[in-house]
């Protein structure tokens, strides 16, 4: 069974620009979440989607968003970046209450 | 919204050692604990969870939890730890549709 998968890897962008970052979901998995892991702060939660929809969202200001496809994959769009956007950006699928499958994560940094 | 406590960042002890990292939470519903584990460069895996039963939780590679619910606690032990154990271990909890998770425990063990 292939798991969450991530694209791309690592990513270099400069402040200003905007970002869009993938997730495939394991199959038969209808919930994506994003989290975004920055130095010294742990994983803090960005999104929830399921089925097509926003479920939830975490403390982060709208120029973090996404969407889920009809297949289940998910983007996540950041505008406008900033250096402290600089983080590895977990996307996790899941069939479960919390039993999360993680993805590898995409490296981000802004310069 | 839910939080997350883990003590002790960083943690360095020797082969053989008892291993007790510190997980305690706010949060006045339901509530799934989980432990997740990162070694370096993989992603993160899931350790062990607890959502209802025997308090008293077994993982994989011979680590346990239990939950203790009068002190919000979901605390992790292994009581001899393998070098292959240096890793960051986390703790999450699942509620209010989303999983909480703590700063993480860096633990290095010295061969």
């Known amino acids: 069974e292939a798991g969450v998968t991530q694209s791309p890897t690592h990513l270099i962008k400069t402040r200003g620009q905007q970002v869009t970052l993938r997730c495939s979901p394991i199959?038969?998995?209808?919930?994506v979440y994003w989290y975004q892991q920055a130095l010294g702060l742990g994983l803090q939660f960005l999104l929830w989607y399921d089925e097509g929809e926003e479920r939830n969202r975490g403390n982060f200001p709208p120029r973090f968003s996404g969407r889920q496809f009809p297949n289940y994959s998910s983007e996540l769009n950041v505008n406008a970046l900033e250096l402290e956007d600089s983080a590895l950006y977990l996307c996790?699928?899941?069939?479960?209450?919390?039993?999360?499958?993680f993805g590898s994560g995409t490296r981000l940094t802004v310069v | 919204a839910q939080s997350v406590s883990q003590h002790n960042h960083h943690v360095i002890l020797s082969e053989a050692a008892s291993l007790e990292l510190g997980c305690n939470y706010s949060y006045g519903g339901t509530v799934n604990l989980f432990w997740y584990v990162q070694y370096p460069g993989q992603h993160l895996q899931l350790l062990l969870k607890?959502?209802?039963?025997?308090?008293l939780v077994k993982g994989i590679k011979g680590f346990e939890a239990e939950f203790i619910k009068s002190k919000f606690s979901f605390n992790l032990r292994k009581p001899s730890v393998q070098w292959s154990d240096t890793a960051e271990y986390f703790c999450a909890v699942h509620g209010n549709n989303r999983l909480a998770f703590g700063k993480g425990n860096q633990v290095v063990v010295i061969p």
């Open positions: 199959s038969g998995h209808t919930s």
């Open positions: 607890y959502f209802s039963g025997d308090p």
């Open positions: 996790a699928s899941s069939f479960s209450r919390g039993g999360y499958t």
